[in-house]
Nanobody
Framework: QVQVVESGGGLVQAGGSLRLSCVAS????????LGWYRQAPGKQRDLVAV???????NYADSVKGRFTISRDNDKNTVYLKMNNLKREDTGVYYC?????????????????WGQGTQVTVSS
């Protein structure tokens, strides 16, 4: 089995900071891109940031200069450091791991999602 688990969400005042973590574990052949998505109430899930195994990154325009994505390839872990948080950053943050996982009778390459972690920014 493959598990993707996020942590680090919470309640923070505008202007504050949070650091999210996400670990992919289990039977994994390889891990490709790791990304963070955000879903605000009543809205679709949108990409926040993504990072390749080599460290290449891409950010949504709304978070450029404030958020930093990083990863530890040895630990199959991705981080999202969020600074100068704004109320519009509020939402459930999901981790997506593009990886090749396997079980006793199956294997699958594609996106594996975490359960999400809530981030609430108050004014």
């Amino acid at each position: 089995q493959v598990q993707v688990v996020e942590s680090g969400g919470g309640l923070v005042q505008a202007g504050g900071s949070l650091r999210l973590s996400c670990v992919a574990s289990g039977s994994i052949f390889s891990v490709n891109a790791l990304g963070w998505y955000r879903q605000a109430p009543g809205k679709q899930r949108d990409l926040v940031a993504v990072i390749t195994p080599g460290g290449g990154t891409n950010y949504a325009d709304s978070v450029k200069g404030r958020f930093t994505i990083s990863r530890d390839n040895d630990k199959n872990t991705v981080y999202l450091k969020m600074n100068n948080l704004k109320r519009e950053d509020t939402g459930v943050y999901y981790c997506a791991a593009d990886l090749y996982g396997y079980g006793s009778t199956w294997s699958r390459s594609g996106n594996y999602w975490g359960q999400g972690t809530q981030v609430t920014v108050s004014s």
